[in-house]
């Protein structure tokens, strides 16, 4: 038996920058992400008799690979040239999908980690995340970016430059240990209660910046400079500067969709700076998921999320990226 896990990630600056349909055309584009200790599972073995079996938020037992109804895994697979399938995959998570954390991309780094971790071959972090950006973005046509797929790949702080060649640079991020402690300790998640299909709202990211309009270009470049300034803030660490300037990301994140944020939302974001936050933003496209704050009073803020009805999500950062946990 195989099991690989992969991370789950936040979002630090720059994200929406990382879709093709941006940095192929526009200089390339940048942005900050950090992986945590919530995790996805993939176990891979072979069982005693022929065929695909797949436990997940389902049950299949088909023969071939072009049966499979999983997308990812029938695509995984298809790679795989499997001549006579005799294979077993199960998929456990930390955290739901839909909640902003890239459990998608998560995912397929673990299921791709864990079949050639089957096969006995070796996938390093960015020939994986390549692979994996590979399966959701070129061979399924998702509307989506690539930093999921890179930051569950690699692990830690990490800032990813996506070349208009479709290169990809990773770099950690350059933030003295004890501002790491600092950082770790002051970003807190809370669950607003609401999940998403993070899709249409990147559809509509992927149209618009295709059509080249003018609004949502002049956001994304803001995004990206807003991205590389909270990179120098971090590596100088100022921790401080970094949580103005994630409230100055949400505010701008805001106007790029109005599916981005709602009433709700804004209610207990507002809340949140007035009981102890500097500032936060919703982590992933937007629409539901997580808030994430970075707190100055951390007590303080804890009680008026509790007061609200969000529950925490506790976490710490991971440093280890997609690995194999038993082989």
Same mark, same amino acid.
């Given at each position: 038996?195989?099991?690989?896990?992969?991370?789950?990630?936040?979002?630090?600056?720059?994200?929406?920058?990382?879709?093709?349909?941006?940095?192929?055309?526009?200089?390339?584009?940048? $942005?900050?992400?950090?992986?945590?200790?919530?995790?996805?599972?993939?176990?891979?073995? %072979?069982?005693?008799?022929?065929?695909?079996?797949?436990?997940?938020?389902?049950?299949?037992?088909?023969?071939?690979?072009?049966?499979?109804?999983?997308?990812?895994?029938?695509?995984?697979?298809?790679?795989?040239?499997?001549?006579?399938?005799?294979?077993?995959?199960?998929?456990?998570?930390?955290?739901?999908?839909?909640?902003?954390?890239?459990?998608?991309?998560?995912?397929?780094?673990?299921?791709?980690?864990?079949?050639?971790?089957?096969? %006995?071959?070796?996938? $390093?972090?960015?020939?994986?995340?390549?692979?994996?950006?590979?399966?959701?973005?070129?061979?399924?046509?998702?509307?989506?970016?690539?930093?999921?797929?890179?930051?569950?790949?690699?692990?830690?702080?990490?800032?990813?430059?996506?070349?208009?060649?479709?290169?990809?640079?990773?770099?950690?991020?350059?933030?003295?240990?004890?501002?790491?402690?600092?950082?770790?300790?002051?970003?807190? $998640?809370?669950?607003?209660?609401?999940?998403?299909?993070?899709?249409?709202?990147?559809?509509?990211?992927?149209?618009?910046?295709?059509?080249?309009?003018?609004?949502?270009?002049?956001?994304?470049?803001?995004?990206?400079?807003?991205?590389?300034?909270? %990179?120098?803030?971090?590596?100088?660490?100022?921790?401080?500067?970094?949580?103005?300037?994630?409230?100055?990301?949400?505010?701008?994140?805001?106007?790029?969709?109005?599916?981005?944020?709602?009433?709700?939302?804004?209610?207990?974001?507002?809340?949140?700076?007035?009981?102890?936050?500097?500032?936060?933003?919703?982590?992933?496209?937007?629409?539901?998921?997580?808030?994430?704050?970075?707190?100055?009073? %951390?007590?303080?803020?804890?009680?008026?999320?509790?007061?609200?009805?969000?529950?925490?999500?506790?976490?710490?950062?991971?440093?280890?990226?997609?690995?194999?946990?038993?082989?």
């Amino acid at each position: 038996m195989i099991i690989a896990r992969s991370p789950l990630r936040i979002s630090l600056g720059g994200g929406g920058t990382d879709l093709p349909s941006y940095y192929r055309e526009h200089g390339g584009g940048f $942005l900050i992400a950090a992986a945590i200790d919530k995790y996805v599972y993939v176990t891979v073995l %072979r069982p005693f008799v022929e065929g695909i079996f797949l436990k997940y938020s389902q049950l299949e037992h088909v023969a071939s690979v072009s049966e499979v109804r999983h997308r990812i895994i029938r695509e995984a697979l298809s790679l795989m040239d499997l001549k006579t399938p005799q294979i077993e995959i199960t998929t456990l998570a930390d955290i739901p999908s839909g909640t902003g954390l890239g459990s998608s991309g998560s995912f397929t780094t673990a299921l791709l980690k864990a079949l050639y971790a089957h096969r %006995r071959q070796l996938l $390093l972090p960015h020939d994986l995340a390549r692979m994996a950006c590979h399966v959701e973005i070129e061979r399924l046509g998702e509307p989506i970016g690539k930093q999921d797929q890179y930051i569950a790949a690699y692990g830690g702080l990490t800032c990813f430059s996506f070349k208009p060649d479709d290169t990809v640079e990773a770099v950690p991020l350059a933030i003295p240990i004890e501002d790491l402690f600092e950082l770790e300790d002051r970003l807190l $998640l809370f669950f607003t209660g609401y999940t998403r299909n993070a899709g249409e709202l990147l559809k509509d990211q992927h149209v618009r910046s295709q059509k080249r309009d003018s609004e949502m270009l002049d956001n994304l470049h803001y995004v990206k400079d807003l991205g590389q300034r909270s %990179r120098a803030a971090l590596e100088r660490g100022d921790v401080q500067a970094f949580g103005r300037m994630m409230h100055e990301h949400w505010e701008n994140k805001k106007r790029r969709s109005g599916g981005m944020s709602n009433p709700r939302i804004d209610h207990c974001y507002q809340v949140g700076l007035d009981n102890g936050a500097i500032g936060g933003k919703l982590v992933g496209a937007g629409g539901g998921g997580f808030l994430m704050f970075l707190a100055d009073d %951390r007590s303080r803020l804890r009680k008026a999320m509790h007061r609200e009805g969000l529950e925490e999500l506790r976490f710490g950062f991971d440093f280890e990226g997609s690995k194999v946990v038993l082989s």
